[in-house]
């Protein structure tokens, strides 16, 4: 079992930065994968970054280069810095796990761009 919290949602203007915050309620070296997942208003859930239990990473183009995903292993925690954000980055924005063979989800944390 893993539980997922998130947090560093917010309110913020276009071309400002915000850092989103999972963690991770067991030590994520017992995780395959950690990603962060996003859902705009009518349209579907995408993936934004992974990361591996091996560190390795990968990021939706839509966002290379604005969005990095890295992670604090003391803390169990994975983090989403965003920067240079816009309006299309509005989206409720959710912690994925992958362990055991199940995929847990966080219960998501709000990201609103203003223009």
């Known amino acids: 079992q893993v539980q997922l919290v998130e947090s560093g949602g917010g309110l913020v203007q276009a071309g400002g930065s915000l850092r989103l915050s999972c963690a991770a309620s067991?030590?994520?070296?017992?995780?395959?994968?950690m990603a962060w997942y996003r859902q705009a208003p009518g349209k579907q859930r995408e993936l934004v970054a992974a990361?591996?239990?091996?560190?390795?990473?990968n990021v939706a183009d839509s966002v290379k280069g604005r969005f990095t995903i890295f992670r604090d292993n003391a803390e169990n925690t994975v983090y989403l810095q965003m920067s240079s954000l816009n309006a299309e980055d509005t989206a409720v924005y959710y912690c994925?796990?992958?362990?055991?063979?199940?995929?847990?989800w966080g219960q998501g944390t709000q990201v609103t761009v203003s223009s």
């Open positions: 990361i591996t239990v091996g560190g390795n990473t």
């Open positions: 994925y796990a992958f362990a055991d063979g199940k995929v847990y």
């Open positions: 067991r030590s994520i070296f017992s995780i395959n994968r």
